[in-house]
C-alpha cells in the first residue's frame, strides 16, 4: 500500500501542507477548548450518573429584528444565543436514539473510515485543488473534534443554538458547535471547488507550479 503524498515533493505543496496543518491543529482546539468552556460556564447542575440528566444556563448572544412583529410588519427576527446540551447522535442530534450498542461502534467505525479515506483521498488530490483540500482538512477536524469527546465522555458538548423568523419562516435550529461549523465549512468548499473549476487538461508541470 503507498502511503507516500506526491505534492509533497515540491516546495510549493510542502507550504500548502504546513498551512493547512495549522488549519486542523487550530479548528481543533479552538473546537475542545470552546466545548471546555461550555461545559465549565453553561452547565447549571448534572446527574452524577445518568448522562442525559442535567440543566443549562441561556445566553442570548444577539438578536436582530422583533421577536414578535408588529401588527402589518413584515415577519424578520434572528437570534443567537449559547446552551448546553450533549448530543449523543451525529451533528445537529440525528441517531440519537440509537441504542447505546449500535450508535457508539457505529460512530467509531464512520469516523475511523471517514479518515482513512479524506487521507487517501488528499494524497491523489491535485495540487491546485486548494478549496477541496482546505474542506476536507476542515471536514476531518470536525469529524475528529466530536470523536474525541464521543471516545472521554460518550457524548459530545453542543452550545450554539440559533432560531429565526423570516418573513412568517419559523425554525429553531438544532444546538451545534464548532466541530459542526468545520465540517459544515469544508463541505461548502469542496461544493464551491467542483461547481467553479473549469475541466481544463493542464500539464504537470505547469500543476506543481500553482
Known amino acids: 500500500m503507498n502511503l507516500s503524498f506526491p505534492f509533497l515533493k515540491t516546495a510549493r505543496g510542502k507550504q500548502i501542507t504546513f498551512a493547512l496543518i495549522l488549519v486542523f491543529i487550530g479548528s481543533l482546539a479552538i473546537d475542545q477548548v470552546s466545548k471546555r468552556h461550555a461545559h465549565g460556564t453553561l452547565m447549571k447542575w448534572?446527574?452524577?450518573?445518568?448522562?442525559?440528566?442535567?440543566?443549562?444556563?441561556?445566553?442570548?448572544?444577539?438578536?436582530?429584528?422583533?421577536?414578535?412583529?408588529?401588527?402589518?410588519?413584515?415577519?424578520?427576527?434572528?437570534?443567537?444565543?449559547?446552551?448546553?446540551?450533549?448530543?449523543?447522535?451525529?451533528?445537529?442530534?440525528?441517531?440519537?436514539?440509537l441504542?447505546?450498542?449500535?450508535?457508539?461502534?457505529?460512530?467509531?467505525?464512520?469516523?475511523?473510515?471517514?479518515?482513512?479515506?479524506?487521507?487517501s483521498y488528499l494524497r491523489t488530490l491535485p495540487?491546485?485543488?486548494?478549496?477541496?483540500?482546505?474542506?476536507?482538512?476542515?471536514?476531518?477536524?470536525?469529524?475528529?473534534?466530536?470523536?474525541i469527546d464521543r471516545l472521554i465522555q460518550g457524548y459530545v458538548i453542543d452550545f450554539v443554538s440559533a432560531s429565526w423568523n423570516l418573513f412568517?419562516?419559523?425554525?429553531?435550529?438544532?444546538?451545534?458547535?464548532?466541530a459542526d461549523i468545520a465540517i459544515n465549512i469544508g463541505l461548502i468548499a469542496f461544493v464551491l471547488e467542483m461547481l467553479l473549476?473549469?475541466?481544463?487538461?493542464?500539464?504537470?508541470?505547469?500543476?506543481?507550479?500553482?
Do not use: C
Request: aromatic share 16%.
Open 99 to 119: 441504542d447505546d450498542s449500535i450508535r457508539v461502534p457505529f460512530f467509531y467505525i464512520v469516523t475511523i473510515l471517514s479518515v482513512i479515506f479524506i487521507g
Open 127 to 147: 495540487l491546485n485543488f486548494h478549496l477541496t483540500r482546505f474542506g476536507l482538512v476542515m471536514i476531518m477536524s470536525g469529524a475528529i473534534g466530536n470523536f
Open 46 to 97: 448534572e446527574h452524577p450518573t445518568d448522562l442525559v440528566s442535567f440543566g443549562s444556563y441561556h445566553y442570548e448572544v444577539g438578536s436582530v429584528g422583533r421577536a414578535v412583529p408588529e401588527e402589518g410588519e413584515v415577519p424578520f427576527f434572528i437570534k443567537l444565543e449559547f446552551e448546553y446540551q450533549r448530543n449523543r447522535g451525529a451533528a445537529f442530534s440525528m441517531l440519537d436514539s
Open 168 to 178: 412568517g419562516w419559523k425554525h429553531n435550529f438544532a444546538v451545534f458547535n464548532v
Open 197 to 210: 473549476r473549469r475541466k481544463i487538461d493542464l500539464p504537470d508541470a505547469y500543476l506543481e507550479t500553482i
